[in-house]
C-alpha cells in the first residue's frame, strides 16, 4: 500500500506532465499513467505531421517514462466525447461570431471528467496534471493560485474546473520554475522530453489554420458566407471580405484591404455578414459582461463588488477592474483603464492577488458611453 493512496495522472508526453508523475512517484504514491487520445488530425484532411498531446510519439514517450519507474500506463479513447463537445463548439461559435477558447472548455468540460470518471473505475483517490498553478483548501474551498513561474503560470485555463474536482485534484509543478522542471528531466535520464519542443497549437489545429479546420469541417461554408460587407464603424462600406467567420476580433493581418492606415478588426456582425473595421482606438473597451460563471475563491459574489485584476485572453498581463455578480450567471467587468480586443467568446478571468476568484465566457463587451 503506497503512503498517500493512488493517484491517476495525465501524461500528454511532454515534460511537465511527464515530470508531475515522476514527482509524485518518488513522494510515495500509487502512479498510474494515462494519455488521452482526443483528435486524430488525419481525420481533419490536414497535410502536416500529427504532433503535440494526441501523437503515436508522445503516447510512446508517456509510456517511456511509466515504464522506466515502473508503474502502469493506459490510452484513453476519448476522441467521440471530444469531438461532440469541444470541436462543435469550437466550429459553432465561429459561426455565431465569437471567438473560442477550446483548451479551457476542453478542461472544464472533457479533460477533469474522464480523468475522475477512469479514476474511479481504477479506485485513485486523486487524479494529476502538469499544470503550472497551486491549489490549497482555504475557508471549506479549494482555491487555484498562480504558479511560482509567471512565464509559466497557467491557473488561466483552470478557471473552470468544479470545486467537487478540485477537491481531487493535484498540481505537483505550482512551486517549480520550468528551469528547475527541465533540470530535474535531464537528472533522470529523460533528455527526450528535455530537447522535445513544446506546443502551442490547438491539439486538432496542429497547422494553426482554424480557417482551413472550418473549410474542411463545411465545404459549403465559404461559398454560403462570402461577399459580405468590410464596414467602418460608421456604416461606411470599404470592401467585400471572405466571410466573416474567418476573422477575429483584434486582428490586423490578412485582411485583405488597404485604406493607408492602419486598421483592425472591431466587431462582427453575423446578422448581416458583416465585419467592422476600425483604428487600434477602436478596438478599446470599458467593461465587459460574462456569462456561463464558475466561481473558485467564494461561493457567490451577489451583493458585491470586487477589486481584481482581470484577464481577458491566456497571454494577457490582466488589467485592474472592479467585479460586480449582477446575475446568478452573469458578471460585470468594469475597467479602471480601456482594454483593447475583448472578444466575444474567449474567457474572463478574475485575480484577486494570486488568487483565482473564478471565470466566464465573454458575452459582450462595451464602451461606457454606449451604455
Known sequence: ??????????????????????????QGYEVIGMTMKTWDYASSGGT??????????????????????????YILDIRNEFGDYVIDHFTNEYLDGRT??????????????????????LDCQWIATGHYANLRQENGRYVISKG??????????????????????????????????????????FMELVNKPESYEICFVPDNDYRGFLKRRLPNLERE???????????????KHEGYPFYTVGQRKGLGIALGYPVFVTAIDKVHNRVVLGTRQGLERDGLVARQLNLVKYA?????????????????????????QTDEDEMTVLFHEPVEAIAPGQAAVFYEGDDLVGGGWIHQNFKQEAL
Open 48 to 73: 502536416k505531421k500529427e504532433t503535440g498531446c494526441c501523437s503515436l510519439d508522445s503516447i510512446n514517450d508517456a509510456r517511456n517514462v511509466s515504464v522506466s519507474l515502473g508503474f502502469p500506463h
Open 225 to 239: 458566407v462570402a461577399g459580405g460587407d468590410f464596414v467602418l464603424e460608421d456604416g461606411t462600406v470599404v470592401g
Open 1 to 26: 500500500m503506497s503512503k498517500h493512496g493512488r493517484v491517476l495522472v495525465a501524461m500528454s508526453g511532454g515534460i511537465d506532465s511527464s515530470l508531475a508523475a515522476v514527482m509524485l512517484h518518488e
Open 300 to 324: 457567490d459574489l451577489k451583493g458585491r463588488q470586487l477589486e481584481t485584476i482581470t484577464k481577458v485572453r491566456y497571454n494577457d498581463d490582466g488589467t485592474p477592474a472592479i467585479i460586480s
Open 100 to 121: 473560442p477558447n477550446p483548451c479551457v472548455l476542453c478542461n472544464t468540460h472533457i479533460k477533469w471528467d474522464a480523468l475522475l470518471r477512469r479514476a474511479d473505475k
Open 148 to 189: 511560482l513561474d509567471e512565464n509559466k503560470d497557467q491557473s488561466y485555463a483552470l478557471w473552470g474546473v468544479s470545486q467537487e474536482s478540485l477537491a481531487r485534484t493535484i498540481l505537483p509543478l505550482g512551486k517549480f520554475r520550468k528551469t528547475e522542471i527541465r533540470q530535474m528531466a535531464a537528472d533522470h535520464g
